[in-house]
């Protein structure tokens, strides 16, 4: 016999090789499955849409950062000279005019006086503007220091 049977002493070891016509038998079973089922996952429903206009995004208003030091000089969007509070209320008021209105982000330094805060806040609110925000350097609260970012 060419197969081998039971009953043959002829070779008294185990088979040892592997048979694998089951398991091609299995891979043609899902290749075929696959292969039929592969176009369904790429039909598609075919609408007729309706179309719509939609209005514009908002434009993303400017960022004005005002920096106040210890000695209360306050400094436009980061400028090299120092501004007076005529100065400032003329720069706000032509800021208020614009559409939309740019953000207003005071940098005052941690040993500055309150008062001069609160004059360039009066100022920015008497020129029209309302968005105001106050820029700090964050810390670990755990320890009390700094992130490390310079």
Not at 105 to 125: F, G, P, W
């Amino acid at each position: 016999m060419a197969f081998g049977g039971f009953n043959d002493n002829q070779q008294p070891a185990p088979m040892s090789d592997i048979n694998v016509t089951p398991m091609v038998d299995v891979m043609l079973v899902l290749l075929v499955i696959f292969i039929i089922t592969a176009p369904l996952f790429t039909h598609a429903i075919k609408l007729d849409l309706p179309a719509a206009s939609a209005a514009a995004a908002p434009e993303k208003p400017d960022t004005v950062t005002l920096s106040i030091d210890a000695k209360g000089a306050v400094f436009w969007d980061n400028g090299a000279a120092a501004i007076d509070m005529p100065e400032l209320n003329s720069r706000l008021a032509a800021a208020a005019q614009k559409k939309p209105q740019p953000e207003i982000q005071l940098r005052a330094d941690k040993s500055t006086r309150y008062e001069v805060i609160a004059q360039v806040m009066a100022a920015a609110q008497g020129s029209g503007l309302s968005r105001l925000g106050f820029v700090t350097d964050p810390k670990d609260t755990a320890t009390g220091k700094q992130d490390g970012k310079r």
